[in-house]
């Protein structure tokens, strides 16, 4: 489902985005006559509540489901990379990276005209998909927490070897050229994607393709750590990555159930689907594990978890359970092929497996959406969907997506690589990022 | 207190054993010395290897061979006497009848002082 924008107190009242969404013809003129309308108190609530389990997510979960997987020497350089992004990208949002993404004029590929959010008010709103409206300021944050957990996910593909100040830089430039534009495109009325109707509920090509393929990019301009892959780099704590999970699974609700919108039905399908295709994605890779003679591991768990999750974000409101549960199924499985055996085999140093999973169950997530939606098979498309037609246009937003993340991470890379530098020197890393660019240690 | 091995009267009274045993047999062990009168033991966990060999790790789907396995090791010091009884109880407690149960190690002991008391001899043990 899409997310549209209206802006409507007195002074802006004029300049609004008529967006509709995926297949309904409602006409969203309608509104403009209408007295500006009011936030209804209960889904601003929902709503700054799921703005705080996305951040949840973030900090401490993503944090510490990353800090876990690198070696002890690397913990804190983990998650002072993942908040340090974080709050860039919380900050950039409210200066220019909102008006690029949702502002008030644009064209399919970005927009403008509300920097610093000048042009926001308390009495501000946006439109959720049914005739209600939330506070403007309440939809920003939680688009804010979007764009922030995107651009730290991103950095688990180059920990324990990339520098701090690259990373900051990177991920300015990144959310600039990258990041915004798909939000833009994807969710904003008038975007490329919105208006070629493509369904993504949740994030499935903004975030976890986005992410994924972008993380990619940025780790082959990086190379690989010191010793990968014929030296030893297990995690240094699973239990760590364990909490993280469990913390990511929780705050994922906000991130799902809150794309709605709005605290109805469609968010209550969204939870469902949550759990469900989540559970299913879990086990699924215990059973790969087991598939492929080995045990079934706490760490399979945790990547199974993360799978399911990612898989079912394009899909929240988009499909019944059953569809969830298969499109976690099947996601895991992908997932764990191509973390377990594509990777080995193309060589490249992922660290923490964000293409693999992030990008890998993405893709499965955001072409299996154009699928489950079909009412035949319990999703919730119309009388008049047609699923060929529905996953072309899902493999097309994917491929733009992929093409774009892809091309505009490289060049945010090199301009990094020129300015600064990316890698920290190999002292540093093999003293550990810890000791070597925040001066402390994890564990005294 | 005549020596027996050694041959020797000036010295060598008393023995330190060092064990190397699986983890989960510690208690067990500790239980049966207790019960033929050892007052004392050092504990360290430790890691090495003999003819078991390693285990593998997996994380996902990267192996990793550790050929050093978790031990435990017991230095206990004991008076020619006993010396034997606490090696074959060792032995007889520890033992699991498979690779990796672990060796034990007898050194002749020149010396031993109780720091509070400064008795030396088989009394400070």
């Known amino acids: 489902m899409i997310r549209k924008l209206i802006c409507g107190t007195g002074a802006l009242g004029a300049s609004m985005f008529a967006a509709t969404a995926a297949f309904a013809q409602e006409a969203a003129e309608a509104v403009t006559e209408a007295a500006p309308a009011v936030a209804n108190p209960g889904n601003n609530a929902w709503m700054m509540t799921a703005t705080i389990l996305v951040l949840l997510m973030i900090l401490p979960g993503l944090a510490l ?5 690198t070696r002890s020497k690397n913990m804190l350089s983990t998650l002072t990379q993942v908040g340090g992004a974080a709050c860039l990208a919380m900050l950039i949002w409210v200066i220019w990276g909102y008006s690029t993404a949702f502002g008030p004029e644009g064209n399919a590929f970005f927009s403008w005209g509300n920097l610093f959010l000048a042009a926001t008010t308390p009495d501000s709103t946006a439109a959720t998909f049914s005739d209600e409206v939330i506070s403007e300021y309440v939809f920003i944050s939680f688009q804010m927490t979007f764009a922030a957990i995107t651009a730290a996910l991103v950095l688990g593909a180059t920990v324990e070897r990339i520098k701090f100040s690259a990373a900051m830089l990177f991920t300015a430039i990144w959310l600039t050229i990258v990041y915004f534009p798909i939000a833009h495109m994807v969710w904003a009325g008038g975007g490329l994607l919105f208006e070629m109707g493509a369904l993504d509920f949740a994030g499935g090509t903004v975030v976890h393709i986005n992410a994924g393929v972008s993380a990619l990019v940025l780790c082959m301009f990086l190379g690989k750590r010191q010793g990968y892959p014929s030296e030893p780099m297990p995690p240094h704590s699973l239990t760590l990555t364990l909490v993280g999970a469990g913390l990511l699974w929780v705050g994922w609700f906000g991130f799902n159930a809150g794309s709605e919108l709005e605290a109805d039905g469609i968010a209550g399908l969204a939870m469902i ?88 169950a993405g893709i499965v997530g955001a072409i299996g959406t154009g699928i489950v939606y079909s009412p035949a098979l319990g999703g919730p498309g119309g009388d008049d969907f047609v699923m060929s037609e529905q996953v072309v246009t899902q493999i097309i937003a994917v491929a733009v997506a992929i093409g774009w993340a892809a091309v505009g991470s490289a060049i945010a890379a090199v301009i990094v690589k020129t300015l600064i530098g990316l890698r920290v020197s190999p002292e540093i890393e093999s003293d550990g990022l810890d000791i070597g660019e925040h001066g402390e240690r994890a564990y005294n | 207190m005549a020596g027996h091995e050694t041959g020797k009267q000036e010295g060598f009274v008393m023995k330190f054993i060092i064990a190397i045993i699986k983890p989960f047999k510690l208690d067990e062990v500790r239980e049966a010395l207790s019960g033929i009168g050892v007052a004392g033991m050092t504990v360290s966990e430790v890691k090495g290897f003999g003819r078991q060999k390693g285990q593998t790790e997996i994380y996902r789907g990267a192996e990793y061979s550790t050929n050093m396995l978790p031990k435990v090791k017991l230095e206990i010091a004991a008076t020619d006497a006993v010396a034997p009884q606490v090696v074959e109880t060792i032995q007889q407690v520890a033992s699991t009848d498979s690779i990796g149960d672990g060796k034990i190690f007898v050194l002749d002991l020149a010396s031993a002082t109780r720091i509070r008391t400064g008795e030396s001899g088989d009394t400070a043990l």
């Open chain 1, 273 to 360: 689907n949550t759990f469900v295709a989540t559970a299913a994605a879990a086990l699924t890779w215990m059973v790969m594990e087991r598939l492929a003679g080995h045990k079934a591991s706490a760490l399979g768990f945790a990547s199974g978890i993360i799978a399911g999750l990612v898989a079912v974000t394009p899909a929240a409101g988009n499909s019944g359970p059953l569809g969830a549960i298969v499109l976690g199924i099947v996601a895991s499985a992908i997932a764990y092929w191509a973390v377990a055996k594509l990777k080995p085999k193309l060589g490249y140093d992922d660290a923490l497996d964000v293409f693999g999973i992030h990008g890998v």
């Open chain 1, 65 to 69: 489901f990353y800090g876990g997987l």
